[in-house]
């Protein structure tokens, strides 16, 4: 036998001893015959390194070194779920997602494990990528690291399609993070806080080699791409198995919404002998067909639903209450506790969120609070032990000034917070509004973070996000921890920014209430920021979705001359303030004032193209058929319930064909 092919069965023996031990939790040889194996694969690949492979399982004890990570697009975006917290809502969107579906519908249980989201891709049955979920838009490339993971697979079994995502959790299983745990202690270092942190801080670390020695795994559960072979959720976790992927064995299969809550109250209990962290069970409706039928949200899919196991909770003392003001000049109440553990972090603060929720429950200083993190993530005070009330206990007086300028607070009639309406005088606000102007979702200045902000402000050399493109490399230099690469990087990157799309730029400048979806809108709809400068109350309104309280903030924000002057020195340093001419010239107002409904399968576009044609010539997609409805557009396997309404409602059919001829 010759070198090359010593070295190919040699890997793929390895490969293969892993997947038993690692994945499979069956090993076949024992660690000294393997590691004997392993020495013998490294001294043949030292002594013919013209016969490197990037896969090698002599690799998974790292080496490489990743000063910067490079931040990578999802081909598949990474949604963020709904969560519920009672089966009663689980009943309720069941019935939601049964108005937009036909036939009966299957779910799928999993458990939702407490880690640092994930997305691998494979092409040609090997790795080609490991990226982190990041803002779930794009994320960090920390392939290297992953590589370390011994139940990643670097070289696929089987049969695979040519090329994938699939999604899952890095994981720190309870036991090697208390091992973990026992050495840094034994070496005088102190204990890391738990084991979803570790895993996540794991993923960044610069040298791979620091990794390898973390025993993490990687528990996968959603494959993502076109022409999988799979027309279901749970055929999915199958074919990933089948695959050579680490797929949790709990994923069950439930017929009705019953099934699932049977799921669900089994592993409300069952869940603290798993080795892992869990927090929840997700449950996904099973077939991929209905699944594209319900679509997503801004934020989430229709067709999955955490549901949270009932939080944590402990008891703490009360110390003192702080106030912070956000950009918006919002005032947030907050509690600084007596530290406690809480869900395996320490907590010191927890959210008050406003002037009647400290009426509602009557938080004092001084007093016993019971605190839960939501969720699991953001700890709050649920409840007051009024029992352990010391005797000269005072009622909590909210303030009336801000906390920073001190310019009296406001109230605006129907809402919940108090205001500081020094909107340019307030540093609280400046700050804020230009962290949020460089933020990932927004113009994404890379060498601009939040630190650097509220150091350009407190220096005066900025004092709105106009000027950070007037920043020289010679200003920036003195400043605290500014080397010389790390003002050219700033420089660099707030020259880039001058290429973000309008509809971000729209997100960017921070109008209230102008969220993400809504910037879109409102840039789809008036095509540049001089259209939607004049526009009125009214005409904004007639826009979709765009309501009073959007129209009377855009109205306020163009309304003041210090905005309209930053707007103004934005035009002329370049920011894009209208949309490309390309983008313009994919766009008509065709289908301008129509309702489409889509359903069924496609042959010539996907649906999600078909959808995007449709908002490109003015049109409207909605997700279920309503008097409302303009025209459905039926692909093959249209469901007969949304075929019959359509025809009782006297709504037009187009086929696919008849559809394109429309908006040729």
Request: glycine residues 6%; proline residues 4%; hydrophobic residues 35%.
């Amino acid at each position: 036998m010759n070198i090359e092919q010593q070295l190919k069965e040699l890997r793929a023996e390895l490969r293969e001893h892993n997947h038993k031990y690692y994945v499979l939790d069956n090993a076949t040889i024992s660690d000294y015959e393997f590691d004997i194996k392993l020495k013998t694969l490294q001294d043949l690949e030292e002594k013919h390194p013209e016969f490197y492979d990037e896969n090698s399982p002599t690799l998974r004890v790292g080496g490489a070194i990743t000063k910067n990570f490079n931040t990578v697009v999802h081909a598949h975006r990474m949604y963020s779920l709904d969560n519920s917290y009672s089966l009663e809502d689980l009943r309720d969107w069941e019935t939601r997602i049964k108005k937009l579906v036909d036939g009966d519908i299957e779910y799928v249980c999993e458990l939702k494990y407490d880690g640092a989201s994930i997305s691998l891709t494979y092409e040609n049955g090997t790795l080609l990528r490991a990226v982190t979920r990041g803002d779930g838009v794009q994320g960090d490339d920390v392939t290297a690291n992953i590589k370390t993971i011994k139940s990643v697979p670097l070289k696929l079994n089987g049969s695979y399609p040519p090329k994938f995502d699939i999604r899952g959790e890095i994981v720190l299983p309870l036991q090697g993070f208390n091992k973990m745990n026992e050495a840094r202690l034994a070496n005088g270092e102190e204990a890391y806080r738990n084991p979803r942190n570790t895993a996540s801080g794991s993923l960044k670390l610069q040298d791979s080699t620091e990794v390898a020695k973390r025993p993490l795994e990687c528990l996968l559960y959603n494959l993502k791409g076109t022409n999988l072979g799979i027309d279901s959720q749970f055929e999915g976790l199958e074919l990933a198995r089948k695959m050579g992927f680490k797929v949790p064995k709990a994923a069950q299969l439930a017929k009705s919404i019953d099934a699932v809550f049977e799921f669900v109250n089994y592993w409300d209990h069952a869940r603290h002998e798993l080795p892992y962290e869990t927090d929840g069970v997700v449950i996904k409706v099973n077939s991929l067909y209905q699944q594209e039928e319900l679509g997503f949200t801004s934020k989430a899919p229709r067709w999955a639903m955490a549901y949270k196991f009932k939080a944590e909770q402990v008891s703490t003392k009360l110390n003192t209450i702080s106030y912070q003001v956000g950009r918006t000049g919002a005032i947030t109440p907050v509690a600084n506790l007596e530290p406690v553990e809480l869900a395996g972090t320490t907590v010191k603060r927890a959210s008050l969120h406003n002037a009647d929720q400290i009426e509602k429950l009557d938080i004092r200083i001084n007093d016993e609070v019971y605190v839960e993190k939501g969720g699991e993530i953001i700890p709050k005070i649920i409840a007051v032990d009024l029992a352990r009330r010391p005797l000269d206990s005072v009622k909590t007086q909210y303030i009336t000034s801000c906390p920073i300028c001190e310019t009296t607070l406001v109230r605006i009639p129907g809402e919940a917070k108090h205001y500081c309406p020094n909107y340019n005088g307030c540093p609280p606000q400046i700050v804020g509004r230009i962290q949020h102007y460089i933020s990932r979702k927004a113009m994404d200045i890379e060498g601009l973070g939040g630190e650097t902000v509220a150091l350009l402000v407190n220096a005066g050399l900025v004092s709105n996000y106009a000027d950070l493109y007037t920043l020289t490399k010679t200003q920036l230099m003195p400043l605290e921890r500014m080397a010389e690469k790390s003002a050219e990087n700033l420089v660099t990157g707030v020259e880039a920014s001058k290429k973000i799309p309008f509809d971000r730029v729209l997100f960017a400048l921070g109008i209230r209430f102008v969220g993400e979806t809504v910037a879109k809108k409102l840039a789809k709809h008036y095509k540049r920021i001089d259209a939607l400068m004049r526009a009125s109350k009214e005409d904004l309104e007639q826009v979709d979705e765009i309501g009073v309280k959007i129209a009377e903030s855009v109205i306020d924000f163009f309304s003041s001359p210090d905005n309209v002057k930053i707007i103004e020195r934005l035009q002329q340093y370049g920011v894009q303030l209208e949309i490309s001419a390309q983008k313009l010239a994919n766009q008509t107002n065709k289908l301008q004032g129509q309702i489409f409904v889509v359903s069924g399968v496609f042959q010539k576009v996907s649906r999600n193209e078909l959808k995007k044609l449709i908002e490109d010539n003015g049109g409207k997609v909605a997700s279920s058929i309503s008097g409302k409805t303009s025209f459905v557009v039926a692909g093959d396997n249209m469901g007969p319930s949304k075929k019959e309404k359509a025809d009782k409602l006297g709504v037009t059919l187009l086929s696919e064909n008849d559809f394109l001829k429309l908006i040729e």
